[in-house]
């Protein structure tokens, strides 16, 4: 199984950028999509999930509003879209696979496969 996410750089704040991941070896259906990030000096953290289908997501307060998650299951690939970014919001950005169907999806121990993540650098 491979997860591979690209699309990080550097970004100004008030800015947006879109990263994507492509996911291989895997029936992509079957698994909840999410992602998370970690800050230099921080631990990980959930930043939103999106279910099999597609048509529940779900957002940390954080990002609420400024990100959104979508998945394509014909193509494998889940996007992050991320608009009106802060400089808070710079970390290295991890995708996740899950066989967990809802609840627990929060928790990064609930993933089955990660990604390698890519960079996100928002300056001031």
């Known amino acids: 199984v491979q997860l591979q996410a690209c699309g990080g750089g550097l970004v100004q704040a008030g800015g947006s950028l879109r990263i994507s991941c492509a996911a291989s070896?895997?029936?992509?259906?079957?698994?909840?999509m999410s992602w998370f990030r970690q800050a230099l000096g921080k631990e990980r953290e959930f930043v939103a999930s999106i279910r099999m289908t597609g048509g529940i997501t779900y957002y940390t307060d954080s990002v609420k509003g400024r990100f959104t998650i979508s998945r394509d299951n014909a193509k494998n690939t889940v996007t992050l879209q991320m608009n009106s970014l802060k400089p808070e919001d710079t970390a290295v950005y991890y995708c996740?696979?899950?066989?967990?169907?809802?609840?627990?999806?929060?928790?990064?121990?609930?993933?089955?496969?990660w990604g390698q993540g890519t960079l996100v650098t928002v300056s001031s």
């Open positions: 996740a696979a899950t066989t967990v169907v809802w609840s627990g999806v929060t928790r990064s121990e609930a993933y089955n496969y």
């Open positions: 070896g895997l029936v992509f259906s079957r698994y909840t």
